[in-house]
């Protein structure tokens, strides 16, 4: 699964069954699921049973699936079963098999060999030649708006830029401030840890992270939110610079035209309009072909399908900083951070210190966030050095990050209580390779991890092959 889906498949996994009925009506919705939200392995299952007229035995498909695999294996089918894709079925004298819900599968079937009125693929508009938007006016329209949301993240803190040019509408600033990416103290914004993390995501994932805080609140705003799932997959499936209809929306999607506009995911000549426009950053939402690395220089880069994202930053072992950049975010970002002093047509020059870092520190930011934010964007030169980043520049940041803290706060769940070390050891393993086990006590066997999910479906498999195996 791609990075910039993790937020996405978490918002899903939380939905009721009847929302997922609902949802899997929608062709459009069933094929960008799979897509954007499944492993390969999970894929091959689906293909594998799409058009099979009886469920699938339990036993075959463990056949398909090397023995050093299994975890692999289990990873897809809980995944599967917790997007209420697959189910299992339990049938008197029968093994147990799987088969593939519907509405999901007859959905899946009907994206991928076409037919029926259905229209949740977006219904071609007949736009008259003076009013057809140009592919490049597209991509202006939602490089200006885009920047400026993160114009206003970033550049109004106060120490280092004016947000000029930015023009957001109160409905943006109420978002931003629910999903506490900024925070409002009277009439100051600052940025908050959340919000500099989301400051160095691909833009995709940015765009995904806007969206599920954006179906958070339709709730709040008398919005269906299967409408508004509904229209947001639809719109990765749209092409770019082609107009489509407004004929067939409904109220909560024609509403939700005016509020993807302000953050240029949607252009429309006028809110009248009889037609409306997908930009990249939404033809682009169920793929990773515009999925960009940096937040601003790179922003060009992927409107432009060009994917060498140079780096700008040279930094020195007395912590001063070069960065070779004209654009007015990047310089905003290097502010949180830098003292800057000196500013040319095309470099800024300045000083990272204790009071510059602590003060970033302070708003939330992390030392690491800093340190990944000058490897990313590390110059070429910089790049030929073994360690990139000057060490003794590495270990000065974390030390001023500790002058502040003694302890870290993590939510999770503990598992303890194991009869034995084998029954310890494959679920902690399970967890390991998943990525959520955080802590671990072999010799009093527990371990701790950040989502019990995964873990807990995991235990339930192993204790029902245990039963079948006894």
């Known amino acids: ?26 062709p459009s919705t069933a094929l960008a699921i799979f897509r954007r939200m499944l492993p390969q392995l999970a894929k091959s299952f689906v293909m594998a049973m799409l058009y099979m007229s009886r469920p699938f035995p339990v036993a075959d498909l463990d056949t398909w699936v090397r023995p050093g695999s299994r975890r692999e294996q289990d990873t897809a089918i809980d995944l599967l079963e917790r997007l209420q894709i697959l189910k299992r079925t339990a049938e008197p004298n029968k093994p147990r098999s799987y088969v593939l819900t519907n509405p999901f599968a007859a959905s899946l079937r009907q994206a991928l060999t076409g037919g029926g009125n259905h229209k949740s693929f977006g219904v071609p508009s007949n736009t008259h030649v003076e009013d057809h938007v140009t592919i490049p006016q597209l991509d202006e329209f939602a490089r200006m708006q885009w920047e400026g949301v993160l114009s206003y993240m970033v550049g109004s803190t106060g120490i280092g830029m004016n947000n000029e040019g930015a023009n957001l509408s109160p409905s943006v600033k109420h978002l931003l401030n629910y999903g506490r990416l900024v925070e409002v103290r009277g009439r100051s914004v600052d940025i908050t840890q959340d919000g500099f993390a989301f400051v160095l ?59 993807l506009g302000d953050f240029g995911i949607i252009y429309q000549n006028t809110p009248d309009s009889d037609s409306y426009y997908p930009t990249r950053l939404a033809t682009t939402l169920t793929s990773d072909a515009g999925a960009l690395r ?19 930053v040279v930094i020195e072992t007395n912590y001063r900083i070069y960065a070779y950049t004209s654009s007015p975010l990047q ?30 520190i302070s708003m939330g930011i992390t030392g690491d966030q800093i340190i990944d934010f000058l490897y990313t964007h590390a110059h070429v030169q910089m790049r030929k050095n073994p360690t990139v980043l000057p060490p003794t520049v590495v270990d000065q940041i974390r030390l001023w990050q500790i002058e502040g803290e003694r302890m870290k706060s993590t939510v999770g769940f503990l598992f303890k209580d194991f009869l034995s070390a084998a029954e ?5 393993q399970y967890a390991s390779d998943i990525g959520v086990l955080k802590w671990k006590n072999d010799a009093k066997r527990m371990f701790f991890v950040t989502r019990h999910e995964h873990v807990a479906t995991y235990l339930k498999s192993q204790k029902e092959k245990r039963r079948e195996g006894g």
Request: charged residues 20%; aromatic residues 10%.
């Open 331 to 360: 310089i905003a970002i290097l502010s949180l951070f830098t003292r800057l002093s000196t500013r040319y047509p095309n470099m800024v020059s300045g000083k990272m210190t204790r009071e510059s870092v602590r003060r970033a």
């Open 294 to 312: 940096s937040a601003s220089a790179g922003f060009d880069t992927a409107l432009r399908s060009s994917s060498d994202d140079k780096g700008f």
């Open 1 to 26: 699964m791609s990075g910039s889906s993790i937020r996405s498949f978490e918002y899903l996994e939380s939905l009721p069954g009847t929302v997922f009925n609902r949802l899997y009506k929608q």
């Open 201 to 259: 995501q691909e833009v995709n994932a940015q765009v995904w992270t806007i969206l599920v805080l954006y179906l958070e609140n339709a709730e709040e705003l008398g919005m269906d939110r299967v409408d508004v799932l509904s229209f947001l997959f639809m719109l990765g499936s749209l092409e770019l610079g082609q107009g489509y209809s407004k004929a067939n929306l409904t109220e909560t999607q024609l509403q939700m035209l005016l509020d």
């Open 424 to 428: 310890y050891e494959g679920p902690c």
